[in-house]
Protein backbone atom coordinates (compact mmCIF):
# COMPACT_ATOMS: atom_id res chain seq x y z
CA UNK A 1 0.00 0.00 0.00
CA UNK A 2 1.24 3.26 -0.66
CA UNK A 3 1.61 5.72 2.56
CA UNK A 4 3.37 9.35 2.43
CA UNK A 5 3.90 10.94 5.81
CA UNK A 6 4.46 14.25 5.92
CA UNK A 7 6.03 15.90 9.11
CA UNK A 8 7.87 18.95 9.09
CA UNK A 9 4.95 22.10 9.68
CA UNK A 10 4.75 24.75 12.51
CA UNK A 11 4.36 28.15 13.61
CA UNK A 12 7.22 30.38 11.68
CA UNK A 13 7.41 34.45 11.49
CA UNK A 14 7.25 35.90 8.69
CA UNK A 15 11.12 35.65 6.40
CA UNK A 16 11.45 32.52 8.20
CA UNK A 17 12.53 29.23 6.97
CA UNK A 18 10.99 25.60 7.49
CA UNK A 19 12.24 22.57 5.84
CA UNK A 20 9.27 19.95 5.35
CA UNK A 21 9.60 16.10 4.73
CA UNK A 22 7.67 13.70 3.28
CA UNK A 23 8.10 9.81 3.93
CA UNK A 24 7.42 7.11 1.37
CA UNK A 25 6.62 3.64 1.44
CA UNK A 26 4.62 1.12 -0.41
CA UNK A 27 6.28 1.73 -3.99
CA UNK A 28 9.63 2.16 -5.91
CA UNK A 29 10.28 5.94 -4.59
CA UNK A 30 12.95 6.01 -7.31
CA UNK A 31 10.97 5.45 -10.44
CA UNK A 32 8.44 7.86 -10.02
CA UNK A 33 7.68 11.58 -10.09
CA UNK A 34 7.03 13.09 -6.63
CA UNK A 35 5.20 16.59 -5.84
CA UNK A 36 4.30 19.23 -3.14
CA UNK A 37 1.04 21.01 -3.42
CA UNK A 38 -0.81 23.42 -0.61
CA UNK A 39 -4.20 24.43 0.58
CA UNK A 40 -4.01 27.90 2.15
CA UNK A 41 -7.32 28.18 4.88
CA UNK A 42 -10.61 28.67 3.10
CA UNK A 43 -9.10 28.33 -0.44
CA UNK A 44 -8.84 25.41 -3.47
CA UNK A 45 -5.49 23.46 -3.89
CA UNK A 46 -2.70 25.10 -5.80
CA UNK A 47 0.29 23.16 -6.84
CA UNK A 48 3.54 24.00 -5.72
CA UNK A 49 6.63 21.97 -7.47
CA UNK A 50 7.24 18.83 -8.90
CA UNK A 51 10.25 17.00 -9.25
CA UNK A 52 11.19 13.99 -11.57
CA UNK A 53 12.89 10.37 -10.28
CA UNK A 54 16.56 11.95 -10.47
CA UNK A 55 15.91 15.82 -9.79
CA UNK A 56 16.62 16.69 -13.30
CA UNK A 57 13.26 18.15 -14.27
CA UNK A 58 11.89 20.48 -11.53
CA UNK A 59 9.13 23.44 -11.69
CA UNK A 60 7.98 25.69 -9.32
CA UNK A 61 4.77 27.36 -9.36
CA UNK A 62 5.88 31.83 -9.86
CA UNK A 63 4.66 32.43 -6.54
CA UNK A 64 7.53 29.92 -4.39
CA UNK A 65 10.25 29.95 -7.52
CA UNK A 66 13.64 31.20 -5.73
CA UNK A 67 12.53 30.64 -2.49
CA UNK A 68 10.89 27.06 -2.18
CA UNK A 69 13.40 24.18 -3.16
CA UNK A 70 12.12 20.94 -3.79
CA UNK A 71 14.36 17.85 -3.35
CA UNK A 72 14.77 14.07 -3.03
CA UNK A 73 17.01 11.59 -1.18
CA UNK A 74 16.13 8.18 -3.30
CA UNK A 75 18.00 6.21 -0.50
CA UNK A 76 15.66 7.26 2.13
CA UNK A 77 12.67 7.37 0.32
CA UNK A 78 11.72 10.93 0.67
CA UNK A 79 11.10 14.26 -0.87
CA UNK A 80 11.68 17.46 0.88
CA UNK A 81 10.51 21.08 0.63
CA UNK A 82 12.99 23.52 1.64
CA UNK A 83 10.46 27.02 2.26
CA UNK A 84 12.70 30.42 2.91
CA UNK A 85 11.71 33.81 3.25
CA UNK A 86 7.95 33.12 4.49
CA UNK A 87 5.35 35.12 4.01
CA UNK A 88 1.96 34.95 5.17
CA UNK A 89 0.36 33.81 2.39
CA UNK A 90 2.35 31.13 2.42
CA UNK A 91 0.39 29.68 5.47
CA UNK A 92 -1.57 26.18 4.52
CA UNK A 93 -1.50 22.94 4.53
CA UNK A 94 0.91 21.03 2.68
CA UNK A 95 0.32 17.73 0.65
CA UNK A 96 3.29 15.56 -0.81
CA UNK A 97 2.07 13.46 -3.76
CA UNK A 98 3.43 10.57 -6.16
CA UNK A 99 2.75 10.04 -9.93
CA UNK A 100 1.86 6.59 -9.99
CA UNK A 101 0.72 6.61 -13.82
CA UNK A 102 0.43 10.07 -15.39
CA UNK A 103 -1.19 11.42 -12.88
CA UNK A 104 -0.87 12.25 -9.04
CA UNK A 105 -2.90 9.37 -7.81
CA UNK A 106 -1.57 9.27 -3.79
CA UNK A 107 -1.01 12.22 -1.27
CA UNK A 108 0.20 12.55 2.32
CA UNK A 109 -2.31 14.24 4.46
CA UNK A 110 -0.86 17.42 5.02
CA UNK A 111 1.14 18.94 7.09
CA UNK A 112 0.24 22.94 8.65
CA UNK A 113 2.74 25.47 8.16
CA UNK A 114 1.53 28.66 9.76
CA UNK A 115 3.89 32.56 8.85
CA UNK A 116 2.73 34.55 11.54
CA UNK A 117 4.26 36.48 14.32
CA UNK B 1 -1.84 30.15 -17.10
CA UNK B 2 -4.92 28.13 -17.56
CA UNK B 3 -8.09 29.21 -15.65
CA UNK B 4 -10.23 26.45 -14.23
CA UNK B 5 -13.99 27.19 -14.06
CA UNK B 6 -16.62 24.77 -11.51
CA UNK B 7 -19.64 25.20 -11.02
CA UNK B 8 -21.78 24.99 -9.14
CA UNK B 9 -19.64 25.63 -6.22
CA UNK B 10 -22.22 24.05 -3.81
CA UNK B 11 -24.41 21.50 -4.45
CA UNK B 12 -26.85 19.95 -1.84
CA UNK B 13 -28.36 16.49 -3.09
CA UNK B 14 -29.46 13.62 -0.75
CA UNK B 15 -28.10 10.11 -0.98
CA UNK B 16 -29.00 8.61 -3.63
CA UNK B 17 -29.63 11.27 -6.34
CA UNK B 18 -27.09 12.03 -9.10
CA UNK B 19 -24.35 14.66 -8.47
CA UNK B 20 -23.68 16.81 -11.96
CA UNK B 21 -20.32 18.86 -11.51
CA UNK B 22 -18.82 20.76 -14.52
CA UNK B 23 -15.29 22.08 -15.11
CA UNK B 24 -14.58 24.72 -17.95
CA UNK B 25 -10.89 26.08 -19.18
CA UNK B 26 -10.05 28.88 -20.14
CA UNK B 27 -8.31 27.08 -23.68
CA UNK B 28 -8.14 23.25 -25.18
CA UNK B 29 -6.60 20.65 -22.57
CA UNK B 30 -5.79 18.57 -25.40
CA UNK B 31 -7.64 15.62 -22.17
CA UNK B 32 -5.38 16.43 -19.49
CA UNK B 33 -7.89 16.78 -17.39
CA UNK B 34 -8.56 15.17 -14.14
CA UNK B 35 -10.64 14.92 -11.35
CA UNK B 36 -9.70 15.00 -7.46
CA UNK B 37 -12.09 14.30 -4.33
CA UNK B 38 -11.13 16.30 -0.92
CA UNK B 39 -12.26 15.36 2.22
CA UNK B 40 -10.51 17.38 5.77
CA UNK B 41 -8.06 16.06 7.00
CA UNK B 42 -7.23 13.80 4.00
CA UNK B 43 -5.30 14.19 0.75
CA UNK B 44 -6.55 14.63 -2.45
CA UNK B 45 -8.29 11.23 -3.97
CA UNK B 46 -7.56 10.96 -7.87
CA UNK B 47 -10.88 9.91 -9.15
CA UNK B 48 -10.51 10.42 -12.59
CA UNK B 49 -7.93 11.77 -15.48
CA UNK B 50 -7.81 11.94 -19.08
CA UNK B 51 -10.86 13.14 -18.80
CA UNK B 52 -12.68 9.69 -18.64
CA UNK B 53 -10.65 7.00 -17.14
CA UNK B 54 -11.41 6.01 -13.92
CA UNK B 55 -8.81 5.91 -11.51
CA UNK B 56 -7.44 2.02 -9.71
CA UNK B 57 -10.56 1.56 -6.90
CA UNK B 58 -12.80 3.99 -7.99
CA UNK B 59 -15.75 2.86 -7.94
CA UNK B 60 -18.57 3.02 -11.00
CA UNK B 61 -20.78 5.22 -10.13
CA UNK B 62 -18.09 7.97 -10.80
CA UNK B 63 -17.71 9.00 -14.20
CA UNK B 64 -16.05 11.71 -16.33
CA UNK B 65 -16.79 13.17 -19.72
CA UNK B 66 -16.12 16.18 -21.78
CA UNK B 67 -13.64 17.14 -24.30
CA UNK B 68 -11.41 20.40 -25.49
CA UNK B 69 -12.76 23.58 -22.74
CA UNK B 70 -15.77 21.62 -21.16
CA UNK B 71 -15.85 18.68 -18.47
CA UNK B 72 -18.16 16.94 -16.07
CA UNK B 73 -18.07 14.63 -13.40
CA UNK B 74 -21.09 12.83 -12.64
CA UNK B 75 -21.77 11.13 -9.50
CA UNK B 76 -24.62 8.45 -10.29
CA UNK B 77 -26.31 7.06 -6.67
CA UNK B 78 -24.42 9.58 -4.12
CA UNK B 79 -23.75 7.17 -1.19
CA UNK B 80 -22.88 9.11 2.20
CA UNK B 81 -19.31 8.78 1.47
CA UNK B 82 -19.17 10.85 -1.52
CA UNK B 83 -19.99 14.19 0.24
CA UNK B 84 -16.55 15.87 -0.35
CA UNK B 85 -15.42 18.68 -1.98
CA UNK B 86 -14.89 17.84 -5.89
CA UNK B 87 -11.73 19.90 -7.82
CA UNK B 88 -10.65 19.29 -11.56
CA UNK B 89 -7.21 19.64 -12.53
CA UNK B 90 -5.09 20.17 -15.65
CA UNK B 91 -1.94 19.16 -16.61
CA UNK B 92 -1.88 20.48 -19.77
CA UNK B 93 0.28 23.57 -19.17
CA UNK B 94 2.23 24.27 -16.40
CA UNK B 95 1.58 25.86 -13.64
CA UNK B 96 -0.86 22.97 -13.62
CA UNK B 97 -4.12 24.29 -11.38
CA UNK B 98 -7.06 23.60 -10.25
CA UNK B 99 -10.55 24.79 -10.53
CA UNK B 100 -12.40 26.26 -7.18
CA UNK B 101 -13.92 23.21 -5.92
CA UNK B 102 -17.60 22.08 -5.98
CA UNK B 103 -18.92 20.89 -2.51
CA UNK B 104 -21.34 18.31 -2.57
CA UNK B 105 -23.14 18.23 0.64
CA UNK B 106 -26.06 16.81 2.33
CA UNK B 107 -29.74 18.18 1.77
Known amino acids: EVQLVESGGNLVQPGGSLRLSCAASGFTFSSFWMSWVRQAPGRGLEWVAKMNQDGSHITYVDSVEGRFTISRDNAKNSVYLQMNSLRAEDTAVYYC??????????WGQGTLVTVSS | EVVLTQSPATLSLSPGERATLSCRASQSLSGYLAWYQHKPGQGPRLLVFGVSNRATGIPARFSGSGSETDFTLTITSLEPEDFAVYYC?????????FGQGTKVEIK
Open chain 1, 97 to 106: GVAIGDYFSS
Open chain 2, 89 to 97: HQRFNWPWT
